[in-house]
């Protein structure tokens, strides 16, 4: 089977590339399946995650600018013809635009990496609903948001970081005095939030250090350093943050926003979730928050025990059972 993921690019540091290559890498090296990667967009830049010499690199090479969209209509129309495969999976906006308006009708899948709400050119999802053989979300929450499309399935992502159980995934020193925030600088993850929340726990704690990582190369020391992950988020596509903390131990202080993070932390057992307003009241969602956290940095014992146990749920976003999902579809996709 011809396996082809359709991108605008690869580059930058970011859940979806390093899970989506990951993925590509998945197949190209356990299965007998042959794994196509097509980048829309020009760039000089290079993936900063490893993709495997297995996988093999179609690059259309067009400026990146929507006023250069028939441009890489033409060239999508030119290699999704002579590549002929099995399956295609469209990622983005730009995925589902050459999509919609190729004339491809062979099996194709549209991969969603953050809730509809977020999407851009949200014009083109009614459309995509209505034409692609297959819908992919990340969350029961996000699936519930296309109820005309033909077929959607839930497919969470793994972690990345490493197998489970690895010696490469050190235990955290619960000990630690340090507070972990990881992503992308960007509206969604309401940094502005953060800092607010962090201003109030400073205030009585201040022998604590909130760490806050952005496109850092070695998340594995990014996490290993702290003893507690927050996230608060506005909107959130899964979450591979929280899932990569749980898989290194660590307990979760999340908003509770769409969709991913209530998928992954159970409330009080491997973290604690709050709402993102209470009656409407961000202040008093931003209270209940801080009450969450500085209980986790005042009690060792909790963070040792919530961590624990976010290590063995972890084991639930197991690689090889979520790529079976996929390999499933992929079948059933192609009868």
Known sequence: ??????????????????????KMNYLAEHTMHEVVLMTVWHTDEEPRYPVSPHVRYVR????????FLPLALLRF?????????????????????????????????????SVRQAQNHRWLYPLVEKRLDAIVCLTNGDARNYP??????????????APHPSPLIPHPDYASRHVVWVGRDCPEKNIPRLRR????????????????????????????K?????????????????????????????????????DIVKDGETGYLV????????????????????????HQDVRQEMGAAARRASQRFNKERIMNQWLNLFAELKK
């Open 1 to 22: 089977m011809r396996i082809v993921y359709v991108i605008e690019h690869i580059t930058g540091v970011g859940g979806l590339q390093r899970i989506l290559i990951d």
């Open 60 to 67: 259309l090479n067009v400026p990146a600018s929507t006023a």
């Open 77 to 113: 129309r030119k290699h999704i013809r002579r590549l002929n495969p099995d399956v295609t999976i469209q990622l983005r906006a730009v995925g589902a635009f050459l999509t919609l308006f190729s004339g491809w009708d062979g099996p194709t899948i549209m991969e969603m990496h």
């Open 148 to 161: 005309h499309a033909r077929r959607v399935e839930v497919i969470p992502n793994f972690s990345s970081l």
């Open 197 to 224: 929340i962090w201003a109030e726990v400073e205030n009585t704690h201040p022998d604590w250090t909130l760490d806050i990582h952005h496109d850092t190369p070695d998340i594995v020391g990014a996490y290993a």
């Open 226 to 262: 702290g003893s507690i992950l927050v996230l608060t988020s506005k909107a959130e596509g899964f979450s591979m943050t929280i899932l990569e903390a749980q898989q290194m131990g660590l307990p979760v202080v999340s908003f509770d926003c769409p969709y991913g993070p209530s």
């Open 275 to 298: 709402p993102l307003t209470i009656d409407g009241d961000e202040q008093k969602a931003d209270r209940l928050f801080v009450e969450k956290l500085t209980y986790l940095m005042d």
